[in-house]
Structures are given as structure tokens and as C-alpha cells.
């Protein structure tokens, strides 16, 4: 009962602040860019509080380095749910994060459609050539100039089973290339259990969310030193990621990781 009376309280607040957005935005788009940049990690802490509150979901945020960490930075994490982008908001409420997303979000999604386009963030069609994808990704580096900072999800989609995926330097070395910056790395687990709405009201209360910023880079200068910081932040990821599922299937009764689809049930479906 309690995770449908979050989800009915989630779809309330994200109309009411859709709303909220259009009607700002009419007057003032400037104005509302501002107000978002200033309130959105609010928001999304507002979010969590709610899927605590009512639907039992635990969630924790910790760092195994010291503040103060550097902005802007390349943000780089493993990816599991559409959840990973406001949970990415709370870790880092004092940087201002652009995201590269899928541009299916750029419309329908209340509230969140209208921050992705306001804000400005890399809204990527999988069906564009790829030279409009690398400017896209170019044009985010350069505004991180500007003090935004980038967030990159390397393995490129979501994992369905929280296991870490490789990660792919392309993107990476794309938002680098067009403005040096440092590399933050975090990893997140328990998204994967809610990766789709229908599973929202219903897996939250034996999930443990958690995100860890597990190291932060200096500026790597060339390919060779970001190559080298996505291998050392993958290892990190993975470990880090690992040890939380250990710690889960011990703690948690109804925890279970299923495995991947293989290539003939990915045919079959």
C-alpha cells in the first residue's frame, strides 16, 4: 500500500512542479532556468524523502575522498536506472550536472523533460549519425568552461542486473577533448531492481540504494591518461558494486541478481 501511495504522491509532484516550470517559463525563461539550476537537487532530494517515507526504500551516500571535490568535473558512473540521474543530483548538490540522456526524454516525462530542456543537457537520438552525436557530446564539454560539469554514463546503457559493464572511452574522451577537466567517479547500486515504472511500486521496500564517490582524477591531459582513468574508475565501480550485492544477499531475504538475457532470449523477446 505504501509504495502506490508514493507513486500516486510522485506523479502529484512532478505535475505540480511541470506546471510550475510552463507557467515560469512563459514569463521568464531565464528566470526559470535559474530557479531550476538553484532548486533541482532539492527536488530530487525531496524525491528520495518520499520513496523512503512511503515505499520503504533505504538510501545512502557516502565518499571515500575528502571534500572539497573540484567543479566543475567530468562525472562518471555506472548506470542501472533512469533513477541514477536524480540520485546523481543529491551526491552532487553544489555542481551544477548536464547529463547525456536519451532524447525519448526530451518529451511526455513530467517536470523531468522540462529540466532536461531548459537546463540544456545532451539529449542524444541512437538513430543519429554518429558526427552529430560527437558534436552534441563536444558542445557539453565546452559549456563545462562555462562551470557545468558533464556526467557521463560509460557502459552506455543500463545494466539490467547491476553488474558492471565495460566501459567505453568515447564519449569520455569527446566531453575531455572539447575542455580539460577533473574526473569524479561514483557507484550506484539498486536502481537495476526498478529500472521500469511497473516496477517502482513494487520493489522498493527491500532495496538498498546507494551511491560512494569512489575517487576523483586530475585533469588527464591525453588519451592515454583518460584511457587510464576509465580503467582505474572501472575497477573501482565494479569492486565497490560487488561488495554491495555480497552485503545485500546476506542482509536482504528477497534479493536476487538474475542474470543477463543471452543473445537467443534478447531474439526471443
Request: with cysteine; charged share 25%.
Amino acid at each position: 500500500m505504501g509504495s502506490v501511495v508514493f507513486f500516486v504522491c510522485l506523479v502529484a509532484q512532478l505535475l505540480f512542479w511541470d506546471l510550475r516550470f510552463k507557467l515560469s517559463t512563459v514569463f521568464s525563461y531565464r528566470r526559470t532556468r535559474r530557479y531550476i539550476d538553484a532548486s533541482v537537487a532539492a527536488m530530487a532530494r525531496k524525491l528520495f524523502t518520499m520513496a523512503g517515507l512511503y515505499a520503504g526504500l533505504e538510501f545512502e551516500i557516502s565518499s571515500a575522498v575528502e571534500n572539497p571535490l573540484p567543479r566543475p568535473a567530468l562525472i562518471i558512473a555506472n548506470h542501472q536506472s533512469l533513477v541514477d540521474i536524480p540520485l546523481l543530483m543529491v551526491v552532487l548538490p553544489d555542481h551544477s550536472l548536464r547529463f547525456v540522456a536519451k532524447r525519448e526524454l526530451k518529451n511526455w516525462f513530467p517536470a523531468v523533460s522540462h529540466v532536461l530542456r531548459v537546463q540544456r543537457h545532451a539529449l542524444i537520438d541512437r538513430r543519429s549519425d554518429f558526427q552529430t552525436t560527437m558534436n552534441k557530446l563536444r558542445s557539453l564539454g565546452r559549456r563545462s568552461a562555462q562551470g557545468d560539469s558533464p556526467v557521463v554514463f560509460p557502459e552506455g546503457t543500463r545494466s539490467r542486473t547491476g553488474i558492471v559493464q565495460q566501459f567505453n572511452a568515447g564519449a569520455v574522451r569527446r566531453v575531455l577533448e572539447a575542455h580539460r577537466i577533473p574526473v569524479i567517479a561514483i557507484a550506484l547500486d539498486g536502481g537495476y531492481r526498478f529500472s521500469r515504472l511497473d516496477e517502482l511500486a513494487k520493489r522498493m521496500r527491500n532495496t538498498r540504494y546507494r551511491a560512494r564517490i569512489v575517487q576523483v582524477y586530475p585533469t588527464p591531459p591525453d588519451k592515454r591518461k583518460i584511457a587510464a582513468v576509465l580503467s582505474d574508475a572501472h575497477e573501482r565501480i565494479g569492486t565497490q558494486v560487488e561488495a554491495w550485492q555480497a552485503e545485500d544477499k546476506r542482509t536482504l531475504p528477497s534479493f536476487a541478481v538474475e542474470p543477463e538475457p543471452t543473445l537467443q532470449n534478447k531474439g526471443a523477446s
